[in-house]
């Protein structure tokens, strides 16, 4: 795993927009984080800090901290914590530690991958465990966190599929459950699955698009190459996106960067690119486009 601190740059150009930065799962985790700050040094960066992170990685957030504390950090609790009786006192610590205040804190609970039903029971024990977390109203924010996409789409016979976004459903049942002392903010995992591992098979080209309560996934026929660099994308992009944007869920090529990329191949105004990342990155920027406006209700 590489990282590329100019491309991120280069990417958030709104400067004063608050960004997470996470490298739990970067070799030697606590330099990759100064290095990747140092390139961030003028942006609303916040260092993500969570168990099992090691001395050196809170000595690191500390020293960021310390550097700019009115950007102040966030505290990511993975579901394997999240009811863990020692949890409350380790995030003591770490406040502590840091000695930053509660008010310049990100609190993030990581739900990860929702089942396709999320049970009642779990769904009660979500909403106890919000409503029992220390220092509640304290913390700059409160983040709910999960996704739902699948790690693979093997087992997919037909050439589009209906996934349900279990992660929006179950944050929006969470709100309007009114039982809350505090609604979190909303986070999810666009349109992979949460797990830091790959895919187990080498997969087929696809689209991956948002919609209200599903994503819809066009697929093309070809398996890819295993060990390819580019992974064939190319041949299968250019009919794949004529089938996005014949289809009645297509938004418009000016609904995001994504989208118009989308629309620019299927008329031949640009050639399709053989970069599988780059064809992630087409359904994660139509994605954060859909859910921004949701949040907003707009879409």
């Known amino acids: 795993m590489k990282i590329n601190g100019e491309r991120i740059k280069q990417s958030w150009t709104i400067v004063g927009a608050p960004i997470f930065i996470d490298c739990q799962f970067m070799p030697d985790s606590a330099n990759a984080l100064r ?3 140092a390139h961030l040094r003028n942006h609303f960066a916040i260092p993500v800090f969570g168990p099992d992170r090691g001395k050196a990685y809170c000595t690191t957030v500390a020293d960021m901290v310390k550097a700019k504390p009115s950007d102040g950090t966030c505290y990511r609790i993975p579901k394997a914590h999240l009811f863990n009786l020692d949890m409350d006192s380790s995030l003591e610590t770490f406040v502590a530690e840091t000695r930053v205040a509660r008010a310049s804190v990100d609190i993030i609970l990581d739900l990860e991958d929702l089942p396709s ?5 779990s769904f009660v024990a979500t909403i106890g465990r919000i409503n029992s977390f220390p220092h509640l109203g304290e913390w700059r924010s409160l983040i709910v966190l999960a996704g739902s996409f699948p790690l693979t789409l093997t087992g997919m016979t037909t050439q589009t599929r209906m996934i349900r976004r279990h992660d929006w459903l179950t944050w929006q049942r969470l709100i309007s459950s009114k039982k809350l002392q505090r609604n979190p903010v909303y986070g999810d995992y666009g349109i992979q699955h949460p797990s830091a591992q790959p895919a187990p ?3 087929k080209a696809n689209v ?5 309560e599903d994503w819809k996934v066009f697929r093309g026929s070809d398996t890819m190459k295993r060990g390819s660099e580019t992974r064939d994308y190319a041949p299968q992009m250019k009919p794949l996106c004529k089938l996005v944007c014949a289809d009645s869920a297509f938004c418009s090529s000016d609904f995001s960067p994504g989208d118009q990329y989308i629309y620019e191949v299927a008329n031949d105004e640009v050639a399709p690119s053989n970069d599988a990342s780059r064809w992630k990155s087409v359904g994660f920027s139509h994605h954060l486009t859909y859910a921004a406006k949701q949040l907003r ?3």
């Not at 991956?208 to 209200?212: E, P």
């Open 297 to 299: 209700g707009v879409a």
């Open 35 to 37: 290095l990747l700050f």
């Open 201 to 203: 098979v080498m997969g």
């Open 208 to 212: 991956r698009y948002t919609l209200a």
């Open 117 to 121: 039903k999320y049970p009642d029971e």
